[in-house]
């Protein structure tokens, strides 16, 4: 089983805190969304034994494609790709988007989940961080979806925004409860370099969010979603039994996926490769029949790596067994031993599985690098 992720590299107006890839001015749309299909084409042969289990189509804003280009790109990935009977499709989507006529169309090009960017149900926060809608798009978006017979949403919120307080947080969250979505995601707010967030706070325009916001903030949102039946399968998923999301956890479980667009990555299992994140690069490169990719052959201490990482954030957790046996006894052994030097807080062994405790959710990625093998003895 495989995933196919298509990057939409467009928005209307630039969040001040995104450092993803993705244009302001629509342009290139049409010409993009040519290079889309043209991609599709060259890569096809080297995926033709591959079932297509999810499509997933993320931003940029995706919601922002005309509704042509999306039906191109959909029979071309129907005529050339084996995708299963029932797919997961997701389409990432901004609440401003979500017209009457827009979600039709997307259904009737086979959009069945969406995912909708809310961040949070606040005008002062949307303002702040120059999101492209307001709070009651947020609120009216996700009535329409449901009343146009999408069932299948989830919706993205951000803590530890500046001067959003624990209250105006909880009620975020409970906001969102009301909803009874079957999956959402929650990020902490990263100040990434070279954004205007960065800059804003530089400069005094945006205050500074206190270092132990973001953790009480999670520790609230842990409680709110266990009290509403939320599993937390992923330090960021939250899902109701049975809801969740099919093409990150491919990713999560090590499975292959073929990225198109700019700055997309695909994974074949042994090689990963990524598109120049650049609108007219591509189109002009993908035009002239050339993949615009640089690629990396990902050796035993980089897949290692890669997996602890991504597994440790996941309920399912590090297995033994795989360490075991996809990279023999030595590096086995390493990870027993860098274990026994990790905060014994932090995780606990259950069967086969290294999972982390509710204290060691707080510090996934720094478990992870404490488990990491960095020098070249096990390449
Ligand atoms: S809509 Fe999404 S991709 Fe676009 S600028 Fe905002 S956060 Fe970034």
């Given at each position: 089983?495989?995933?196919i992720y298509l990057h939409i590299p467009f928005c209307k107006q630039a969040?001040?805190?995104c450092?993803f890839h993705f244009s302001t001015s629509l342009r290139l749309v049409d010409a993009l969304s040519d290079a889309l299909v043209h991609e599709l084409k060259l890569r096809?042969?080297?995926?033709?034994?591959?079932?297509?289990?999810?499509i997933y189509f993320g931003g940029g804003t995706p919601s922002l494609l005309p509704t042509s280009q999306l039906e191109k790109i959909m029979g071309t990935l129907?005529?050339?790709?084996?995708?299963?009977?029932?797919?997961?499709?997701?389409l990432e989507a901004n609440?401003?988007d979500?017209?009457?006529?827009?979600?039709?169309?997307?259904?009737?090009a086979?959009?069945?989940?969406?995912?909708?960017?809310?961040?949070?149900?606040?005008?002062?926060?949307?303002?702040?961080?120059?999101?492209?809608?307001?709070?009651?798009?947020?609120?009216?978006?996700?009535?329409?979806?449901?009343?146009?017979?999408?069932?299948?949403?989830?919706?993205?919120?951000?803590?530890?925004?500046?001067?959003?307080?624990?209250?105006?947080?909880?009620?975020?969250?409970?906001?969102?409860?009301?909803?009874?979505?079957?999956?959402?995601?929650?990020?902490?707010?990263?100040?990434?370099?070279?954004?205007?967030?960065?800059?804003?706070?530089?400069?005094?325009?945006?205050?500074?969010?206190?270092?132990?916001?973001?953790?009480?903030?999670?520790?609230?949102?842990?409680?709110?979603?266990?009290?509403?039946?939320?599993?937390?399968?992923?330090?960021?998923?939250?899902?109701?039994?049975?809801?969740?999301?099919?093409?990150?956890?491919?990713?999560?479980?090590?499975?292959?996926?073929l990225g198109i667009g700019p700055s997309a990555h695909s994974?074949?299992?042994?090689?990963?490769?990524w598109n120049v994140a650049n609108n007219p690069a591509y189109i002009k490169t993908i035009t002239a029949g050339d993949f615009p990719a640089?690629?990396?052959?990902?050796?035993?201490?980089?897949?290692?790596?890669?997996?602890?990482?991504?597994?440790?954030?996941?309920?399912?957790?590090?297995?033994?067994?795989?360490?075991?046996?996809?990279?023999?006894?030595?590096?086995?052994?390493?990870?027993?031993?860098?274990?026994?030097?990790?905060?014994?807080?932090?995780?606990?062994?259950?069967?086969?599985?290294?999972?982390?405790?509710?204290?060691?959710?707080?510090?996934?990625?720094?478990?992870?690098?404490?488990?990491?093998?960095?020098?070249?003895?096990?390449?």
């Amino acid at each position: 089983m495989a995933g196919i992720y298509l990057h939409i590299p467009f928005c209307k107006q630039a969040c001040y805190y995104c450092d993803f890839h993705f244009s302001t001015s629509l342009r290139l749309v049409d010409a993009l969304s040519d290079a889309l299909v043209h991609e599709l084409k060259l890569r096809a042969p080297a995926w033709q034994d591959e079932e297509i289990q999810t499509i997933y189509f993320g931003g940029g804003t995706p919601s922002l494609l005309p509704t042509s280009q999306l039906e191109k790109i959909m029979g071309t990935l129907y005529s050339l790709y084996k995708v299963t009977d029932k797919p997961e499709i997701t389409l990432e989507a901004n609440p401003d988007d979500l017209t009457i006529s827009k979600l039709n169309a997307l259904k009737d090009a086979g959009i069945n989940r969406l995912s909708i960017g809310i961040q949070s149900f606040r005008d002062e926060d949307l303002q702040r961080m120059n999101r492209a809608h307001n709070a009651q798009e947020a609120l009216h978006c996700i009535r329409l979806a449901r009343e146009m017979g999408f069932e299948d949403l989830t919706a993205d919120l951000i803590y530890a925004l500046p001067e959003l307080t624990d209250a105006d947080w909880v009620a975020n969250v409970d906001q969102l409860m009301a909803m009874k979505l079957p999956h959402f995601s929650a990020y902490c707010l990263t100040v990434e370099e070279k954004t205007p967030l960065e800059a804003h706070i530089r400069k005094g325009k945006i205050p500074e969010v206190p270092e132990e916001t973001a953790p009480r903030q999670f520790e609230l949102l842990l409680d709110m979603a266990a009290t509403h039946g939320y599993e937390h399968y992923e330090i960021s998923n939250f899902a109701q039994p049975g809801h969740h999301a099919k093409h990150n956890s491919n990713y999560w479980n090590g499975s292959r996926y073929l990225g198109i667009g700019p700055s997309a990555h695909s994974f074949d299992g042994e090689k990963r490769w990524w598109n120049v994140a650049n609108n007219p690069a591509y189109i002009k490169t993908i035009t002239a029949g050339d993949f615009p990719a640089e690629e990396e052959i990902l050796d035993r201490r980089t897949r290692y790596n890669e997996y602890i990482l991504t597994a440790l954030r996941t309920a399912r957790g590090i297995s033994r067994m795989h360490i075991q046996t996809q990279f023999g006894d030595k590096m086995y052994s390493f990870m027993l031993n860098s274990l026994r030097e990790c905060d014994t807080d932090w995780y606990q062994v259950l069967g086969d599985s290294i999972v982390l405790t509710r204290a060691g959710k707080h510090y996934a990625d720094r478990m992870a690098s404490d488990l990491f093998i960095l020098g070249d003895d096990f390449i």
